[in-house]
C-alpha cells in the first residue's frame, strides 16, 4: 500500500531559496513551496528535517502523559500548591509540539517558514516561564524563600519571556513594518547576516534560562551551610543543567556538521541532537521538580509564599496573551503581503528558486 503512495523529492541546497538553507546541511531539502500533504508525508521519508521533527513529536506524548497523570490522578485542580508543576507540564508539552509543527511545515513557502518559527520561539519562551514558576513554587533555597527576589522573581520572568520572544522573531526579519512591510525589506535579514541573527537568537533564550536559574545555581553550587536546602534532589538538577548546557553548545556551535559539510545532512546533526538532549534535559528537570515538591511540601506551605491565581495561571495566561500578540504583529506584514504570482512549482526546485520572493 505504501508502495503507491509517491514521496516528494528532496532537494541540495543550491536548488532551494536562501532563506531555507541550514549551516553546513547540503542536502535532504523539502522543496521550497510543499503543500501541506507534501509535508505530511515528508514525515515518513528521510529528509534532513525528519529527525527534527520526530524527536519532539514522539517526547510530547511523554510530557502529556505527566500532566494527564498530575490533573487526573492527583487531581491537581484542587490543590493550588500543585499548580505551577501543572503549569510547567502543560509548557513541556506545547514546546516539543510547537517545534515538531514548525520543521513540519515551514517547507510551504518562505512565509510560513517565518510565522513557524515566531510560534515555535513563543513556545520555548513560555517554557521558561513554566521553569521559573516551578523554581519560584519548590525549587527556591530555604534561606531564599520569601526574600525580596523571590517575590519579584515570577513578575520578572513574565517581562523575560515577552523579550524572549520579541528578540527571537526579530533576529528572523528585524521590526515589522520598520524594517520589512509586504515584500520589502529594508535592513538586512537573516540570509544576509546570519551570524548576527544566531547570536540574536542564542541572547534571546540564554537570558531567561540564566536568570531562571539563579536560585537554583545558588543552591546547588554556592550555598553552604544552613538553609541551602541540601538533598537527593540535587542529583537530578546537575544532570539537567549539565544537559541544558550541551543543548545550548549544539545549538551555538552546529557541530559535528560543521567540520564535515554534507556528512550529517540526514542523521546525526546538530539540531537533531540539541532536540535530543533538550528533551532529555527537560525530563530530568520534570523528575527534580517533582521530587522537591514532594520532599518539601510540608516546609514550604509553612515558609513560603502562598501560591494564588495571580502569580500562577494569571501570570501564564497573560504571558500566552501578550506572545500571541507579538507573533500577531510580527506576522501581519508576512500575511497582508500580495502572494507572489508564480508558474506551476512542479518545473523543479531550481526555477522555484529563481522565481522565489521574500513575500513568498
Not at 510543499?34 to 534532513?48: G, H, K, P, R, W
Not at 507579538?326 to 506576522?331: A, C, D, H, K
Request: aromatic share 14%; hydrophobic share 45%; net charge neutral.
Amino acid at each position: 500500500m505504501l508502495s503507491l503512495i509517491k514521496l516528494p523529492q528532496v532537494f541540495t541546497i543550491n536548488q532551494v531559496p536562501k532563506v531555507f538553507h541550514e549551516d553546513s546541511i547540503i542536502s535532504g531539502y523539502r522543496h521550497p513551496h510543499s503543500s501541506a500533504t507534501d509535508c505530511i508525508l515528508s514525515l515518513f521519508q528521510l529528509t534532513n528535517e525528519t529527525l527534527n521533527i520526530w524527536t519532539h513529536f514522539l517526547p510530547t506524548w511523554y510530557f502529556l502523559w505527566e500532566a494527564v497523570t498530575v490533573v487526573l490522578v492527583q487531581t491537581a485542580w484542587e490543590d493550588s500548591f500543585s499548580w505551577p508543576l501543572v503549569l510547567f507540564l502543560l509548557t513541556c508539552c506545547i514546546y516539543p509540539l510547537a517545534s515538531s509543527l514548525a520543521h513540519t511545515f515551514s517547507s510551504m513557502s518562505a512565509r510560513a517558514r517565518h510565522i513557524c518559527f515566531f510560534f515555535d520561539y513563543a513556545a520555548l519562551s513560555f517554557y521558561s516561564l513554566g521553569s521559573a514558576m516551578v523554581y519560584s513554587a519548590y525549587v527556591f533555597p530555604d534561606k531564599w524563600v520569601n526574600g525580596f527576589f523571590h517575590q519579584c522573581y515570577v513578575p520578572i520572568a513574565v517581562f523575560n519571556t515577552v523579550i524572549c520572544t520579541v528578540i527571537a522573531c526579530y533576529s528572523r526579519l528585524g521590526l515589522p513594518f520598520v524594517h520589512y512591510n509586504h515584500d520589502v525589506v529594508k535592513r538586512f535579514s537573516e540570509c544576509q547576516t546570519p551570524r548576527f541573527s544566531k547570536c540574536l537568537r542564542v541572547i534571546a533564550f540564554a537570558y531567561p534560562y540564566m536568570f531562571d536559574h539563579i536560585p537554583l545555581f545558588y543552591r546547588v553550587f554556592l550555598c553552604v551551610g544552613d538553609g541551602c536546602t541540601d538533598n537527593d534532589t540535587n542529583m537530578l538538577h546537575y544532570n539537567h543543567i549539565a544537559l541544558a548546557q550541551l543543548t545550548g553548545f549544539l545549538f551555538a556551535t552546529h557541530l559535528p556538521e560543521r567540520l564535515a559539510p554534507g556528512s550529517f545532512d540526514y542523521i546525526g546533526h546538530s539540531h537533531q541532537l540539541f532536540h535530543v538532549c533538550g528533551i532529555l534535559g527537560t525530563h530530568f528537570q520534570m523528575k527534580a521538580v517533582q521530587q522537591d515538591m514532594v520532599a518539601r511540601r510540608p516546609w514550604l506551605i509553612e515558609h513560603s509564599m502562598p501560591i494564588t491565581f495571580a502569580n500562577s495561571v494569571g501570570a501564564a495566561v497573560l504571558c500566552v496573551v501578550v506572545n500571541l500578540t507579538v507573533i500577531f504583529l510580527y506576522s501581519l506584514p508576512l500575511l497582508s503581503a500580495p502572494a507572489c504570482q508564480e508558474k506551476k512549482h512542479d518545473k523543479g526546485a531550481k526555477a522555484a528558486s529563481a522565481r522565489a520572493c521574500v513575500c513568498s
